[in-house]
């Protein structure tokens, strides 16, 4: 107990003195997170529950104070959006849901938030970028080694020790796919979707800040391998928007030669040829499913103007009641949990925050464009807003890009302690 109160106060320190260097460790570590929290209760590590909060959603709160504390924090459109999605989904929780279930659909309002009062000199930035295109990178050679060489068995005993995503022992069938004989990659991520939209949003930042093409090829064989098609397609969408607007069309056709041709040689080395021909037939089970749901959930829609309540929709509330409805795209579930109108101020949101960064025309606010273009697509037919880790990597740069819109605090060269971020 003494230990743990030294551990408390020296954690407290840390962020009330360096926050944005505390927040780039923080950033840093979310990728891993989930599997150090997996591995703590294999071992019989206790309060894992509790670490799990320390590392997340504690500091996210601390950090967020601090800084508005030292920066300040005035809101503009897309804020305003994002307190009317919050206080709808309050009212119909408060209605018809439980406090949990609301604190994990609402969480990636955190890592906005912590970008809206933080404030990078130019040269921070660039920091932050090519480490974070390194260390998914590294994530995606290490990842490899369990679909190449260990296989599914390691992954699965764990799961199945520490109830993690697994079904009957074995990995749940988002680990694999129809026509594809082999894993999907997920690395140290909850599971492959997760996994390839944090892959998205590195090779976004690489497009916008890095040259070095070492980084960028570990991260689209990491991708490559997630085997996510929503991913794929919101990365190339994506990068093609950005090679236009900062005027890189020769660049962006270089590039994308590179990418067919490579992703051909990987079809065979893969397996990938059943999986794309049942895709492109429309055999393919997993789309058939996809458009199952979204059916279901228009037509729950259309009956329930107003919301169910998220007590019997979406994943959370599935693992409870075998007989909660499931809609596979964030926005769907977001209008069958708290309405047509919640559902509507969160596109606001979106498209409020994405129309600021374009008007931008900053490295940062590219960045912003093209994670809200690609997580855009991926949402129709993803659940991706219930992931904390992926949220930090996804929603803490729109808040930089937002609150840089608005003018920068610090200069570029500043001499700011925490230039080490």
């Given at each position: 107990m003494v230990l743990l109160g030294f551990v408390a106060?020296?954690?407290?320190?840390?962020?009330?003195?360096?926050?944005?260097?505390?927040?780039?460790?923080?950033?840093?570590?979310?990728?891993?997170?989930?599997?150090?929290?997996?591995?703590?209760?294999?071992?019989?590590?206790?309060?894992?529950?509790?670490?799990?909060?320390?590392?997340?959603?504690?500091?996210?709160?601390?950090?967020i104070f601090v800084l508005w504390r030292r920066n300040g924090f005035k809101p503009?459109?897309?804020?305003?959006?994002?307190?009317?999605?919050?206080?709808?989904?309050?009212?119909?929780?408060?209605?018809?849901?439980?406090?949990?279930?609301?604190a994990t659909d609402i969480q990636f309002a955190l890592p906005y938030s912590l970008g809206r009062v933080a404030v990078l000199s130019t040269a921070q930035e660039g920091l932050w970028a090519r480490r974070a295109v390194w260390i998914v990178g590294i994530l995606s050679i290490l990842g490899m080694s369990e679909i190449f060489i260990f296989g599914a068995g390691p992954r699965a005993a764990l799961y199945a020790a520490t109830e993690g995503v697994s079904q009957g022992g074995n990995l749940s069938p988002a680990f694999y796919g129809q026509g594809f004989g082999g894993m999907r990659e997920a690395s140290t991520m909850v599971g492959p979707p997760s996994f390839a939209a944090l892959c998205m949003i590195a090779l976004i930042v690489w497009w916008v800040y890095g040259r070095s093409l070492l980084p960028a090829a570990m991260v689209a064989a990491g991708l490559l391998c997630s085997v996510t098609r929503s991913s794929w397609l919101g990365t190339a969408l994506a990068i093609f928007v950005l090679g236009i607007i900062m005027n890189q069309k020769k660049r962006l056709l270089r590039y994308a030669a590179v990418a067919l041709m490579l992703f051909a040689a990987a079809i065979p080395i893969l397996g990938l040829g059943d999986y794309l021909s049942g895709t492109s037939t429309g055999k393919d089970e997993s789309a058939q499913n996809h458009r199952r749901s979204i059916l279901t959930g228009l037509k729950y829609i259309g009956e329930n103007p107003f919301g169910g309540g998220n007590l019997k929709i979406g994943p959370r509330s599935a693992g409870a009641n075998d007989n909660?409805?499931?809609?596979?795209?964030?926005?769907?579930?977001?209008?069958?949990?708290?309405?047509?109108?919640?559902?509507?101020?969160?596109?606001?949101?979106?498209?409020?925050?994405?129309?600021?960064?374009?008007?931008q025309q900053s490295q940062l606010g590219y960045v912003a464009v093209g994670i809200l273009i690609g997580l855009g697509l991926a949402m129709t037919v993803l659940i991706l807003h219930d992931d904390r880790r992926l949220a930090c990597w996804e929603w803490f740069p729109v808040g930089l890009a937002v609150r840089s819109s608005m003018g920068r605090s610090v200069p570029a060269s500043s001499g700011s302690p925490e230039k080490s971020l």
């Open positions: 106060v020296a954690y407290l320190w840390a962020i009330a003195r360096y926050p944005l260097s505390f927040a780039g460790a923080m950033l840093a570590f979310m990728p891993m997170d989930y599997m150090a929290i997996e591995f703590g209760k294999f071992f019989g590590l206790p309060s894992m529950t509790v670490v799990s909060a320390f590392t997340k959603e504690i500091p996210l709160l601390l950090l503009t459109l897309p804020d305003w959006f994002l307190f009317g999605f919050l206080a709808f989904a309050a009212v119909r929780t408060a209605l018809d849901g439980t406090l949990l279930t609301l909660a409805l499931v809609v596979e795209t964030t926005y769907l579930e977001f209008a069958a949990e708290y309405g047509v109108v919640a559902f509507l101020i969160f596109l606001g949101f979106m498209l409020s925050a994405l129309r600021l960064a374009w008007r």
